[in-house]
Antibody
Framework: QVHLVQSGAEVKKPGASVKVSCKAS????????LHWVRQAPGQGPEWMGW????????NYAQKFQGRVTMSTDTSISTAYMELRRLRSDDTAVYYC????????????WGQGTLVTVSS | SYELTQPPSVSVSPGQTASITCSGD??????ACWYQQKAGQSPVLVIY???RRPSGIPERFSGSKSGNTATLTIRGTQTMDEADYYC???????????FGTGTKVTVL
């Protein structure tokens, strides 16, 4: 069965960078886009962008352009999301999700990674 | 930027029907999907492509769309359905995903 397993919680200082990983199993990694979504405490989900593991192509939400990089290592079926120049309002749970179908419905999600930005 | 609007909260008695709306400009031209999120858990897809239900999702969950409003209906609501629900659509003009504002469903 499909599993997306993310890396553990991180605590970072303002201005630092964080890199979250998402290891996929149970399906052909290069066959599905992966999206990254974050959710600040008490807030709804916020879409960050996607990556096509087959081509490496990406599309980032305008809000994160210049600060985020999504990448993959197909040899180990793992996707990464790096967010730079962290601010306190980047404190959130970050999720990866597998894209299914024409409407980018995310049919499988990782367990989430809490990133806390605090001085 | 594209926005999807949902009512903040819906209350329903056990066994009754809960309906959650999601409205957005030109949503009629896009597919909508719905997620259920319980406290401390990852979202779970319950409806995709407006009306389709993933395997394993109970039949009491259904989706529909009329004009620019999508609706998630839960028939015979159970206490286990108490959760936050989010709609989501794909803005093909920007290739970006957009989530709705979210609806807290309370079963009491």
């Amino acid at each position: 069965q499909v599993h997306l397993v993310q890396s553990g919680a991180e605590v970072k200082k303002p201005g630092a960078s964080v890199k979250v990983s998402c290891k996929a199993s149970g399906y052909t990694f290069t066959g599905y886009y992966l999206h990254w979504v974050r959710q600040a405490p008490g807030q709804g989900p916020e879409w960050m962008g996607w990556i096509n593991p087959n081509s490496g192509g990406t599309n980032y939400a305008q809000k994160f352009q210049g600060r985020v990089t999504m990448s993959t290592d197909t040899s180990i079926s793992t996707a990464y999301m790096e967010l730079r120049r962290l601010r306190s309002d980047d404190t959130a749970v970050y999720y990866c999700g597998r894209h299914s179908g024409p409407a980018a419905a995310l049919d499988y999600w990782g367990q989430g990674t809490l990133v806390t930005v605090s001085s | 930027s594209y926005e999807l609007t949902q009512p903040p909260s819906v209350s329903v008695s056990p066994g009754q029907t809960a309906s959650i709306t999601c409205s957005g400009d030109k949503l009629g031209d896009k597919y909508a999907c719905w997620y259920q999120q319980k406290a401390g858990q990852s979202p779970v897809l319950v409806i995709y492509e407006d009306t389709r239900r993933p395997s394993g999702i109970p039949e009491r969950f259904s989706g529909s769309k009329s004009g620019n409003t999508a609706t998630l209906t839960i028939r015979g609501t159970q206490t286990m359905d108490e959760a936050d629900y989010y709609c989501q659509a794909w803005d093909s003009s920007t290739a970006e995903g957009v989530f709705g504002t979210g609806t807290k469903v309370t079963v009491l």
